[in-house]
């Protein structure tokens, strides 16, 4: 197996990553880019296949030096202690210096020189549940030579490979789960599958020949078209065929119930919509049957000055906004349907857990939250001393159908703070660590902290009603970072670096027609 750690570490070579954190979207989107070229490994992917995700144009290299500068110290040290931890043997400890210090010389302008390349694209996929990674290369010859003498340095002998067709393969493991990985010209190519499967496929694995029926770059990019991601990356996975696969063996009754809640659930899109050197943006869409679409676009809500939240960049801010009933209702729906897939398939726990769940969702909403419609928060400025807040700018709005009950509340909880439904603000108890006021209407609560409290919380009651999002989450590195790192925290120079490398990110989740809708983005500095 140390074999397969050093092609391992090859392999991941062509692909260096940052972290994944990445945020949203509104709900019009402009592709960046409408570059989107064939992929031909592409053809190799088998047309039933569970899942899939493809990148039809490369990495602009700007990008992946960016990334390289940000990741590579982390996962390089993150890879130095799981070496470590795996040494003690002298032949290990050699090879784990060789590794090392090949990871220590990674950089751009290496990936071409040992044979990858920097305009790699490449595609992942199943065969069944098995996975199966193709990556472009730009001499498979030099990249072979150069896991050679990784081995060398390492005072290991590389096994030999099996050359069919003017490609190298291994093959290592069990019979149980195989491992493959094949060397082709300008191809690189990783599979792990049980070696019975492996054997079956090798043809189409290697890239012989396709499959006879095969998924094709156009019916990519028709999805990426359909859900505005770029040629960056576009994919799926396919819920209906995961159940098939998933209810294998099982009894008819089981495997009806399996394949019925997928028909509710039957495909999830994801791929990119930017990818620049200063922003990455992501999107998600878990596709709905028409009925449970409908349910979950009835939970979509107005609320009171929303377009404040939205509009505008501010240092962290949320929306959340749902018809509560609503969604006790498409919870219970749920539960309900996940009670009787456990029935059907004699999961005696999972039916008790699940009853238990759907027995809370049906108790009656208190009735502060039975008419809470959302609400919001943003800061747009904050000073932390010792990991407390000690100046905040900002605001926030509560909508629900009637004031009354948690005007009452907030006087229970504070006897000196009394605060009418007239639009006038109240000052805050002079005991809080923040000072700010609060006002009022008859469905709506407004508090505004810091500079000119007193005229935003009116302002938000006065604001302009609007569609609100599921949820939005925005939170400005640039302007919080370092309220989120303890001077304590063994690694706090390190996570200082990291912020001072992020901008913006903001995470928007919406109800559209084609179901749940999540866009990720963040900014690159």
Not at 297 to 323: I, N, Q
Not at 389 to 400: K, N, Q, R
């Amino acid at each position: 197996m140390r074999a397969l750690a050093v092609i391992a570490l090859a392999a991941c070579a062509t692909t260096p990553t940052a972290n994944p954190v990445v945020a949203s979207h509104s709900t019009t989107v402009t592709v960046a880019n409408p570059s989107f070229p064939d992929n031909p490994m592409v053809d190799f992917v088998p047309a039933e296949t569970p899942y899939v995700f493809a990148s039809f144009k490369p990495i602009p290299l700007a990008v992946l030096r960016k990334m390289i500068d940000l990741g590579g110290p982390t996962w390089r040290r993150g890879f130095d202690g799981y070496l470590s931890s795996h040494s003690g043997d002298p032949k290990d400890e050699a090879m784990t210096a060789a590794i090392l210090a090949e990871m220590a010389r990674l950089d751009l302008g290496t990936l071409d020189q040992y044979g990858f390349s920097s305009k790699a694209r490449f595609v992942a996929y199943g065969i069944g549940p098995w996975p199966v990674f193709r990556i472009e290369l730009s001499s498979g010859q030099r990249v072979f030579d150069h896991i050679q003498a990784i081995a060398r340095r390492g005072n290991q002998a590389m096994p030999p490979p099996i050359e069919r067709a003017g490609k190298r393969y291994w093959v290592f493991g069990t019979s149980g789960t195989a491992y493959l990985v094949a060397l082709a010209p300008t191809e690189m190519v990783i599979a792990v599958a049980p070696r019975a499967t492996i054997d079956a496929n090798l043809a189409t694995i290697l890239g012989d020949r396709p499959p006879a029926n095969h998924l094709t770059s156009a019916q990519l990019r028709t999805l990426a078209e359909r859900d505005q991601f770029s040629g960056q990356g576009v994919g799926y996975i396919d819920l209906a065929r995961v159940a098939t696969l998933v209810s294998a063996g099982a009894t008819p009754q089981c495997r009806t119930a399996i394949e019925g809640v997928a028909a509710q659930v039957p495909r999830i899109a994801l791929g990119y919509e930017d990818f620049a050197v200063d922003r990455i943006a992501f999107g998600v869409v878990v596709e709905l049957a028409r009925g449970l679409r409908e349910e979950l676009r009835g939970l979509s809500t107005t609320l009171t000055g929303v377009d404040r939240a939205l509009a505008g960049r501010h240092a962290m801010a949320m929306v959340a906004a749902a018809d509560l009933p609503r969604m006790q209702v498409v919870a219970g729906h749920a539960a309900g349907s996940l009670e009787e897939l456990g029935r059907s398939c004699e999961l005696s726990s999972f039916v008790d857990r699940v009853a238990d769940v759907a027995a809370t969702v049906a108790k009656p909403l208190p009735a502060l939250l039975a008419g809470l419609h959302g609400g919001y928060f943003v800061v747009d400025d904050l000073v932390m001393t010792n990991g407390s807040p000690t100046s905040i700018d900002g605001f926030a709005m509560i909508e629900l159908d009637n004031t009354v009950d948690l005007l009452k509340l907030a006087g229970s909880l504070f006897p000196n703070l009394e605060v009418h439904a007239d639009h006038l603000p109240y000052p805050l108890p002079s005991g809080l660590p923040i000072q700010g006021h609060v006002a009022a209407s008859d469905t709506a609560v407004g508090i505004a902290v810091g500079r000119d409290s007193a005229k935003h919380a009116v302002a938000v009651l006065n604001g302009k009603r609007a569609t609100a999002p599921l949820a939005t989450i925005e939170v400005d590195y640039t302007r919080l970072g370092d309220a989120f790192v303890k001077a304590s925290d063994a690694d706090a120079e390190s996570q200082r670096a990291m912020m001072k490398a992020l901008g913006r990110v903001l995470v928007t989740l919406l109800v559209d027609s084609r179901g749940l809708v999540g866009w990720m983005s963040i900014e690159l500095r």
